[in-house]
């Protein structure tokens, strides 16, 4: 009995990504208009020249759309990647490296003033993992309970280009300078965190009385 094989065509192939990338081209330019609270398939196949039938092939449902945007913003904003923090030590690093990327794109000014629920979901999807290593980073370090979840808070609200931004657009801080700032901010919070678990380990430790 012979079993047929799929001819694989590389330039279909090609073809259809990109198809796949003009629609989520035309995804994204929908949540560029300010209270944009709703994805439109029709629109997106309108301006992508295609029929609404390809959008659904390629995306049947807003789960699939919302999904496949948080990639495509990723592959946009981060090209090379998104390399979590590895520890405490690491989460300068990491917070450079996502704001020089960031505030590379003016996507990102238009989604920070965005306040749909779709790029909502989509931020969400995009960055739980990312906070989970911030969480984790921080809570290694061994501080007091309510002095980790003071820094937590703290980290967690500059990880997102809604903390760049506003420091270019509101004070005038040129772009340049500004993930160098929010890194050294962070060097700032973990070594106060630091010093609290080493005087908290210190408290902690059995006083030995000499005879």
Do not use: C
């Not at 906070?131 to 309510?146: D, N, V, Y």
């Not at 300078?177 to 430790?205: E, G, W, Y």
Request: net charge positive; charged share 25%.
């Amino acid at each position: 009995m012979s079993t047929s094989r799929r001819y694989v065509s590389p330039k279909r192939e090609a073809q259809a990504q990109a198809t796949r990338e003009a629609i989520l081209e035309a995804f994204a330019a929908q949540l560029e208009t300010p209270g944009r609270d709703a994805l439109s398939p029709s629109e997106a196949a309108a301006r992508a020249g295609v029929s609404l039938r390809t959008v659904h092939l390629h995306f049947a449902n807003l789960e699939n759309q919302v999904l496949a945007l948080g990639e495509w913003f990723d592959r946009r904003f981060y090209p090379s990647g998104v390399t979590l923090a590895s520890g405490p030590d690491d989460l300068p690093r990491y917070f450079r490296d996502i704001h020089q990327n960031a505030l590379q794109s003016p996507i990102t000014r238009l989604l920070v003033q965005h306040r749909g629920t779709v790029w909502k979901e989509i931020r969400h999807r995009r960055r739980t993992q990312r906070l989970e290593a911030i969480r984790s980073a921080l809570k290694a370090i061994g501080a007091p309970r309510q002095a980790t979840e003071d820094a937590t808070a703290m980290l967690l609200s500059l990880s997102g280009a809604d903390a760049s931004w506003p420091m270019h657009d509101l004070y005038g801080l040129p772009l340049q300078r500004i993930p160098d700032v929010i890194a050294n901010t962070v060097t700032l919070i973990v070594d106060q965190l630091k010093a609290q678990a080493a005087s908290s380990s210190s408290a902690r430790r059995p006083t030995v009385r000499r005879r």
